[in-house]
């Protein structure tokens, strides 16, 4: 789902997620050699490329009626998946909106 917006902000009790695109090493260089070894992720696949893109949801806004949330605005964290709703605006910014209890950890 696209939007022709900028801008995307909580209200009642939801949660804005920001993803943020991140790029993983699928390999590993071993001390002292130049043997390369797959990372647990990878190993037993056979992949052509030796890194991985991938996402990482930061909190981008809290709702107002978020009852006495443990994250902040900033926050890496980890969620509920199948209790959010994706959308995408005209920049490429890809966002997520959860309810607030679907938080569940801050990755420190």
Known sequence: MGGDFKEVRATGNYVVLEFIKVKKDLFEKKKGSNLLLPTGELAG???????????????HDIGPDVENPTYEVGNEVVFNQYDMKQVENDEGRLFGVVQGHSVMAVLE
């Open 45 to 59: 696949e056979n992949s052509p490329s030796a890194t991985k893109e991938t996402y990482k949801a930061v909190v």
